[in-house]
């Protein structure tokens, strides 16, 4: 065979190249489209029309520099040149032999290398010979395997007798992964280039061989199902000359009944059919006919046109209602509401509401007494935990096991189009890579949008308008605004003292004693045991830890009369005896202080499990002017503090305090309990009211509590949670209340009871608060170091100017 001239120019053209790599012997067309490439090809052609060819070590790399391309190439000559269409160019080209590049040639317009030339001519020993003739067989055995090599190239390589030649030949042939081939290249030795080739060569005629078996089981398999589908058809034919089948009752025609049945919307119908009509012309045993008929199935299985007819006696619903739930008033009205004007307007969108409050409140259980209220179905869908768009849309019909989302597939099982829908802890969802859900539940949760609500996987409009929906929440800051935007809040934020022990006494009770196998003759709860489980034995603005030790109290009854069997006379649970059933109290009620303190001011919070006593305490140290906070406050509430100190070294003249005051004291505010968090700006005049005290030696009345924000001039702004925190101070034997003027709208919402034993006085800043809240007792000067030119303390006056 011809040898071709070995190129033995040190300075060439580098033309990169993309997952291919090109063997010394190997002519083979490429396709170069980057503008360097493109002007290093033609310096080539206009000088000796050689070129260096190597490949990038990332295939994805557009500019490659110096360390991206491979140090081992062969050096190539350009057989012809083709400009294309498209602005690339077609290149023959032919390698010649391996060359190592040694260093990179600064030229902005096109790589430029200087190489050197490894290879040297060796000659043929008889290890080597027997190498090649090893190889060659195994080639031919390869080939023949391969089918996709014509014979041809074993005839172009027989007649090859130099090794390293013969070795490239064959491995420019071979199906391996460029690295594979990189690492044949970059071998110099032809001798251990033969033997990693045969290595190489022997895996791939073992995988070959496993592919021809795979082949063949596959074929076997093929035949065998089409021979069952030609004799299945014949047993159809013969079952019909013999009368035996009947054509019309077959699946097809038993799925266009369902479909006249179903009464769908017109252009609904019209895809069904078209459906259908395409399931029929489908062979019976085929994948895409599975997929056609289970999308027929769901489309007929939809409550298009069936409704339920609605309940619109609003006493009795008000009745039904009352019934399951005590309290909760406001969600009672709404609902009342709903069905007095459903009464009166025939076609009426759904509403749509979200019941938020804490845990154990009754909301899923609220949803469910609505549904019986206004004779609906009720379905629930739990989206806790829930982060793909497709649970909310559904799948498409392309994805293998695709079903349609849980709207569709809930209005499904309910079997009617107007049910009472609840789509739970709708705080609670997520989103990743597979999208938002919030985001799909616009749609649903819009009454202007839902009447025409499109799944992924029914790829046709469904009417959502006439379903009633309620979405139950423990917070509302974590719903994206605009899906909190389309839903009417109700808020039920937790139950009172007395509703919690009317609810015992009317539901929970009833249902454990009968739920234990109990009598009523058996068991009797006092209400000061059950105040005393309210407040020792559980800490929540729920029912749930009540029912527990409620059912706690059942089983440990029921363990008694079942053992002692001559039980007759009544077991009555009493404060005394529920250390017996529930062992010591859990809890704590916070109670007001034993004595006026100076420094000591009693506040009222409010924690999502009702309201709570919070005591401030003040102490002065000699120091110079640091104010240290503890009991884990947050920042607001330690901004509430350094507005309540900026307040009273503003107004130090009137309160009858040296001005540099804070100089010579550090200022120690604490609010227990040192381990719970706590946050907000309602401590404000309560922290004011304790530094006065202390800066005056004047005490704060041991029998009054406050709430309120203050601000630098010191005015007293509204806070939240009023009622809560009212019954919290009764609940504490604390009588006299100060409060924010501005909430005097708030006190409409407190029980009779609680209102008529309470003293409310009403303050519009700190002068008034100051004047309820501390007694009038002389006080003794504090023996602090004043500068000759300052005055010492002295008692607050009596009578403090109104802001």
């Given at each position: 065979?011809?040898?071709?001239?070995?190129?033995?120019?040190?300075?060439?053209?580098?033309?990169?190249?993309?997952?291919?790599?090109?063997?010394?012997?190997?002519?083979?067309?490429?396709?170069?489209?980057?503008?360097?490439?493109?002007?290093?090809?033609?310096?080539?052609?206009?000088?000796?029309?050689?070129?260096?060819?190597?490949?990038?070590?990332?295939?994805?790399?557009?500019?490659?520099?110096?360390?991206?391309?491979?140090?081992?190439?062969?050096?190539?000559?350009?057989?012809?040149?083709?400009?294309?269409?498209?602005?690339?160019?077609?290149?023959?080209?032919?390698?010649?032999?391996?060359?190592?590049?040694?260093?990179?040639?600064?030229?902005?317009?096109?790589?430029?290398?200087?190489?050197?030339?490894?290879?040297?001519?060796?000659?043929?020993?008889?290890?080597?010979?027997?190498?090649?003739?090893?190889?060659?067989?195994?080639?031919?055995?390869?080939?023949?395997?391969?089918?996709?090599?014509?014979?041809?190239?074993?005839?172009?390589?027989?007649?090859?007798?130099?090794?390293?030649?013969?070795?490239?030949?064959?491995?420019?042939?071979?199906?391996?992964?460029?690295?594979?081939?990189?690492?044949?290249?970059?071998?110099i030795s032809p001798q251990a280039r033969l033997e990693d080739l045969y290595n190489l060569i022997e895996s791939e005629i073992e995988i070959l061989n496993l592919e021809k078996k795979v082949r063949g089981r596959v074929k076997k398999q093929m035949e065998q199902s089409q021979k069952e589908y030609y004799l299945q058809e014949q047993m159809k034919a013969i079952q019909k000359e013999l009368g035996k089948f009947n054509e019309f009752k077959t699946e097809i025609e038993e799925l266009r009944e369902k479909i006249k049945k179903a009464k769908m919307p017109e252009e609904i119908n019209k895809k069904a059919l078209k459906e259908l009509k395409r399931l029929e012309m489908m062979p019976p045993m085929s994948a895409e006919g599975t997929v056609v008929r289970n999308y027929i199935d769901w489309l007929v299985d939809i409550p298009w046109a069936v409704k339920t007819k609605e309940k619109l006696d609003i006493k009795e619903a008000e009745k039904i209602l009352n019934e399951d739930h005590y309290g909760l008033d406001k969600v009672k009205v709404r609902v009342l509401e709903y069905l007095a004007v459903r009464k009166l307007v025939k076609e009426m969108k759904g509403?749509?509401?979200?019941?938020?409050?804490?845990?154990?409140?009754?909301?899923?259980?609220?949803?469910?007494?609505?549904?019986?209220?206004?004779?609906?179905?009720?379905?629930?869908?739990?989206?806790?935990?829930?982060?793909?768009?497709?649970?909310?849309?559904?799948?498409?019909?392309?994805?293998?096991?695709?079903?349609?989302?849980?709207?569709?597939?809930?209005?499904?099982?309910?079997?009617?189009?107007?049910?009472?829908?609840?789509?739970?802890?709708?705080?609670?969802?997520?989103?990743?890579?597979?999208?938002?859900?919030?985001?799909?539940?616009?749609?649903?949760?819009?009454?202007?949008?839902?009447?025409?609500?499109?799944?992924?996987?029914?790829?046709?409009?469904?009417?959502?308008?006439?379903?009633?929906?309620?979405?139950?929440?423990?917070?509302?800051?974590?719903?994206?605004?605009?899906?909190?935007?389309?839903?009417?809040?109700?808020?039920?934020?937790?139950?009172?003292?007395?509703?919690?022990?009317?609810?015992?006494?009317?539901?929970?009770?009833?249902?454990?004693?009968?739920?234990?196998?109990?009598?009523?003759?058996?068991?009797?709860?006092?209400?000061?045991?059950?105040?005393?489980?309210?407040?020792?034995?559980?800490?929540?603005?729920?029912?749930?830890?009540?029912?527990?030790?409620?059912?706690?109290?059942?089983?440990?009854?029921?363990?008694?009369?079942?053992?002692?069997?001559?039980?007759?006379?009544?077991?009555?649970?009493?404060?005394?005896?529920?250390?017996?059933?529930?062992?010591?109290?859990?809890?704590?009620?916070?109670?007001?202080?034993?004595?006026?303190?100076?420094?000591?001011?009693?506040?009222?919070?409010?924690?999502?499990?009702?309201?709570?006593?919070?005591?401030?305490?003040?102490?002065?140290?000699?120091?110079?002017?640091?104010?240290?906070?503890?009991?884990?406050?947050?920042?607001?509430?330690?901004?509430?503090?350094?507005?309540?100190?900026?307040?009273?070294?503003?107004?130090?003249?009137?309160?009858?305090?040296?001005?540099?005051?804070?100089?010579?004291?550090?200022?120690?505010?604490?609010?227990?309990?040192?381990?719970?968090?706590?946050?907000?700006?309602?401590?404000?005049?309560?922290?004011?009211?304790?530094?006065?005290?202390?800066?005056?030696?004047?005490?704060?009345?041991?029998?009054?509590?406050?709430?309120?924000?203050?601000?630098?001039?010191?005015?007293?702004?509204?806070?939240?949670?009023?009622?809560?925190?009212?019954?919290?101070?009764?609940?504490?034997?604390?009588?006299?209340?100060?409060?924010?003027?501005?909430?005097?709208?708030?006190?409409?919402?407190?029980?009779?009871?609680?209102?008529?034993?309470?003293?409310?006085?009403?303050?519009?800043?700190?002068?008034?608060?100051?004047?309820?809240?501390?007694?009038?007792?002389?006080?003794?000067?504090?023996?602090?170091?004043?500068?000759?030119?300052?005055?010492?303390?002295?008692?607050?006056?009596?009578?403090?100017?109104?802001?």
């Amino acid at each position: 065979m011809e040898e071709k001239k070995k190129i033995q120019t040190n300075i060439l053209p580098l033309l990169p190249l993309r997952d291919i790599i090109v063997f010394p012997h190997m002519v083979i067309p490429l396709f170069v489209g980057r503008d360097k490439s493109i002007r290093g090809l033609e310096n080539a052609i206009s000088g000796e029309k050689r070129i260096v060819l190597a490949a990038q070590k990332k295939p994805k790399t557009n500019d490659p520099a110096p360390e991206d391309i491979y140090d081992i190439g062969t050096a190539a000559e350009i057989l012809q040149i083709l400009r294309l269409s498209d602005g690339t160019v077609k290149v023959l080209v032919e390698g010649v032999n391996r060359v190592k590049i040694d260093s990179f040639i600064e030229n902005s317009s096109f790589l430029e290398v200087k190489v050197s030339f490894p290879e040297k001519k060796g000659e043929t020993s008889q290890e080597v010979e027997a190498l090649m003739r090893s190889l060659q067989g195994h080639f031919e055995e390869y080939v023949k395997l391969s089918q996709k090599m014509p014979a041809e190239i074993l005839m172009s390589i027989q007649n090859i007798s130099d090794p390293g030649h013969f070795a490239d030949s064959v491995a420019a042939h071979l199906s391996m992964k460029t690295s594979d081939k990189q690492r044949l290249l970059e071998i110099i030795s032809p001798q251990a280039r033969l033997e990693d080739l045969y290595n190489l060569i022997e895996s791939e005629i073992e995988i070959l061989n496993l592919e021809k078996k795979v082949r063949g089981r596959v074929k076997k398999q093929m035949e065998q199902s089409q021979k069952e589908y030609y004799l299945q058809e014949q047993m159809k034919a013969i079952q019909k000359e013999l009368g035996k089948f009947n054509e019309f009752k077959t699946e097809i025609e038993e799925l266009r009944e369902k479909i006249k049945k179903a009464k769908m919307p017109e252009e609904i119908n019209k895809k069904a059919l078209k459906e259908l009509k395409r399931l029929e012309m489908m062979p019976p045993m085929s994948a895409e006919g599975t997929v056609v008929r289970n999308y027929i199935d769901w489309l007929v299985d939809i409550p298009w046109a069936v409704k339920t007819k609605e309940k619109l006696d609003i006493k009795e619903a008000e009745k039904i209602l009352n019934e399951d739930h005590y309290g909760l008033d406001k969600v009672k009205v709404r609902v009342l509401e709903y069905l007095a004007v459903r009464k009166l307007v025939k076609e009426m969108k759904g509403p749509i509401l979200c019941l938020a409050g804490p845990p154990g409140v009754g909301k899923t259980s609220l949803g469910k007494s609505i549904a019986r209220a206004t004779g609906r179905k009720f379905v629930r869908v739990s989206l806790g935990g829930v982060r793909d768009e497709a649970e909310i849309r559904g799948h498409r019909r392309t994805y293998i096991g695709a079903l349609p989302g849980r709207i569709i597939q809930s209005v499904k099982k309910a079997g009617t189009k107007n049910p009472v829908f609840m789509l739970d802890e709708i705080d609670k969802m997520s989103m990743d890579f597979r999208g938002d859900p919030s985001a799909a539940l616009l749609e649903v949760l819009d009454p202007e949008q839902n009447c025409a609500f499109n799944d992924h996987y029914l790829e046709v409009d469904f009417d959502l308008s006439e379903v009633m929906f309620i979405t139950t929440a423990n917070v509302l800051h974590t719903i994206p605004q605009p899906l909190l935007d389309r839903m009417e809040v109700l808020r039920m934020p937790g139950y009172t003292e007395e509703e919690k022990l009317n609810i015992a006494k009317l539901f929970l009770m009833p249902k454990n004693i009968k739920d234990h196998g109990l009598k009523e003759k058996q068991i009797q709860f006092t209400d000061s045991a059950v105040r005393k489980i309210i407040r020792h034995y559980t800490k929540e603005a729920g029912v749930r830890n009540l029912e527990r030790e409620i059912a706690n109290i059942c089983r440990k009854v029921a363990k008694k009369i079942a053992t002692e069997k001559k039980i007759s006379k009544l077991i009555i649970i009493s404060p005394k005896s529920l250390t017996k059933y529930l062992g010591i109290p859990i809890y704590r009620v916070s109670k007001k202080a034993e004595k006026s303190e100076v420094g000591l001011a009693t506040g009222l919070a409010w924690t999502e499990v009702g309201g709570e006593i919070l005591t401030t305490e003040v102490t002065l140290m000699d120091g110079r002017g640091n104010l240290t906070l503890t009991g884990q406050l947050g920042d607001v509430m330690q901004e509430s503090a350094q507005a309540a100190l900026s307040y009273v070294r503003s107004r130090a003249k009137e309160m009858g305090l040296n001005k540099n005051f804070y100089q010579k004291v550090d200022i120690h505010i604490h609010v227990p309990e040192g381990a719970i968090p706590k946050d907000g700006p309602s401590a404000g005049i309560t922290m004011a009211t304790a530094l006065l005290s202390a800066l005056t030696k004047r005490p704060v009345r041991r029998d009054i509590a406050m709430t309120g924000e203050i601000t630098l001039r010191g005015k007293v702004l509204p806070i939240g949670g009023v009622k809560e925190k009212l019954l919290a101070a009764h609940r504490g034997e604390i009588y006299n209340i100060i409060l924010p003027k501005e909430n005097e709208k708030d006190l409409k919402d407190l029980p009779a009871n609680i209102k008529k034993a309470l003293k409310i006085n009403l303050a519009e800043n700190m002068d008034e608060v100051l004047r309820v809240a501390l007694e009038e007792s002389p006080i003794i000067t504090p023996k602090i170091e004043a500068e000759p030119d300052e005055r010492t303390y002295s008692p607050i006056p009596s009578s403090l100017p109104i802001n």
